[in-house]
């Protein structure tokens, strides 16, 4: 379980990529830079062994989760999106073009020489969740829709497939939707939020507060 404060736990886990590398591969829609370095020393920190990625998109999030995996020596990935590694899709609306059609896709991103600890999954999240057995993630990255159903739908599978020791982060809870999605689940008091200066923000809730 996490000790220490998050200044602590960002203190004692540095990210080691650079900022001019990191937004070199980032394209609009994947998370920012000091969500990544939260991402990156949450999993030091915790050193979770089974990690469920909701919302993969083109593999940014996926590459943080990799490089921890891969500095804490242990861990295993599994990564979803409803989109499949080598389809190119529409993100956001087509006249914004600075996140239109989404040439790279995370095939690219996430590659082969990965594949030994990522797994990729397509499908739905929620219909994907309640296929997973009980207790067998210690760790949940949930960035997908944002949408106060899937938000609402996903916390009582979190509930039945997160371990009493792990922990579920949710990305950009600051969304009105995320926060009626939590009302909803009845989980608002017990969801610990951090605002992430020039990134967004991470809610976190843990597995013993739901059970
Ligand atoms: C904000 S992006 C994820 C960004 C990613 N974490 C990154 O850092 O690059 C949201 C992703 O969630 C996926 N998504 C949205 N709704 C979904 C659903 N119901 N089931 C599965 N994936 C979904 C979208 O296809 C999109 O790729």
Redesign the pocket.
């Known amino acids: 379980m996490l000790n220490g404060t998050i200044q602590d736990i960002l203190r004692s886990n540095p990210y080691p990529v650079s900022k001019k590398d990191f937004k070199a591969r ?2 609009g ?3 920012m830079y000091h ?2 370095e939260i991402l990156y020393a949450f999993v030091r920190s915790l050193v979770p062994l089974d990690i469920l ?10 590459n ?1 989760l990799i490089q921890a995996v891969r500095d804490n020596g242990q861990g295993r990935i599994v990564s ?4 499949g590694p080598g389809e190119r ?1 529409k ?1 956001g609306s087509e006249s914004n073009t600075a996140i239109g059609w989404v040439g790279r896709h ?1 095939s690219e991103l996430v590659s082969d020489s990965n594949l030994d600890i990522v797994t990729m999954v397509t ?6 969740c309640k296929t997973l057995p009980d207790h067998s993630f210690d760790f949940i ?1 949930e ?5 106060r159903r ?1 938000v609402s739908a996903l916390i009582p599978e979190f509930r039945r497939i997160l371990r009493p020791d792990g922990i579920a982060l949710f ?2 809870i600051d969304l009105r939707a995320v926060g009626y999605g939590f009302r909803d689940a009845g989980v608002t008091d017990k969801v610990t939020g951090f605002r992430i200066p020039y990134g967004s923000s991470i809610g976190m809730l843990k597995g013993s507060d739901l059970c």
């Open positions: 980032r394209v829609g994947s998370i969500d990544a990625e909701l919302g993969a998109f083109v593999g940014i999030s996926t943080v979803l999106d409803k989109f899709f993100f995370r499908g739905d999240v929620v219909e994907y990255f960035d997908t829709d944002h949408a899937t990305h950009n």
